[in-house]
């Protein structure tokens, strides 16, 4: 669980770095006020960022330790030169959860946990280690091919979602890799649909279509 976690800290501080940067532009270009924008947010659009960089470098280099270190360690550098603006999103943060009720709270801490112990153990769909982890590995250790794709699309195209977990694995550090976006995309996707159960809970809105409609979200990434 250590080691997982240890992961999920790589690819938030990647992912944070790329994400602020990108909405800093976003605020001198048109005017995006991104000190409003949650964490959430913030990480998804790094998600973003990074998976059209790693699109782009598969026409050229695997996703290897190069790749891999120089995009950390440029996102370690902007959370460092911009580490006063950072400092009020992270305050801002942890105020909006020191506020959730505390249903909310609970709620929060058991998604988390449970992300935490269903990545810790075997994977429960074959497919995965059939298909899958074959599929990054192969991203990992070779570009794309040019010219087959005509036969088969997955040989002249990576998927998006699979670059990312080529990226994010740290294999020079764990042999067999550490392939764990999956519950970092849970927490977080979760995070944001759980502030539809504390806006219920302490009747603080008006729109509860939108509310119910987070909440139905929520059980919908549960459901499997």
């Not at 074959?134 to 998927?159: M, V």
Request: overall charge positive; aromatic content about 20%.
């Amino acid at each position: 669980m250590i080691l997982i976690l240890v992961n999920w800290f790589f690819i938030f501080l990647t992912c944070f770095g790329y994400g602020y940067l990108l909405l800093s532009c976003l605020q001198k270009l048109i005017g995006v006020n991104n000190k409003k924008n949650s964490l959430v947010f913030i990480l998804l659009t790094g998600l973003i960022f990074i998976a059209t960089l790693c699109n782009i470098f598969s026409f050229f280099l695997p996703i290897n330790t190069i790749i891999r270190y120089s995009v950390f360690l440029f996102s370690v550098f902007l959370i460092i030169f911009n580490r006063i603006s950072i400092k009020v999103i992270l305050k801002d943060e942890i105020h909006r959860f020191r506020e959730m009720h505390l249903v909310t709270k609970i709620s929060f801490a058991a998604i988390f946990l449970i992300a935490l112990i269903k990545s810790s153990g075997p994977t429960e769909l074959p497919d995965e280690g059939n298909y899958y982890l074959p599929y990054i590995r192969w991203i990992e250790d070779f570009k794309l091919t040019p010219g087959i794709a005509n036969i088969e699309d997955r040989l002249g195209f990576n998927s998006s979602f699979h670059l990312l977990c080529a990226f994010f694995s740290m294999r020079e550090w764990f042999a067999n890799g550490l392939y764990e976006l999956n519950g970092f995309m849970l927490i977080l996707f979760t995070t944001y649909f759980i502030k539809g159960i504390d806006n219920l809970v302490r009747w603080k809105t008006k729109y509860y279509v939108s509310v119910f409609g987070m909440i139905f979200c929520l059980f919908f990434l549960l459901r499997n």
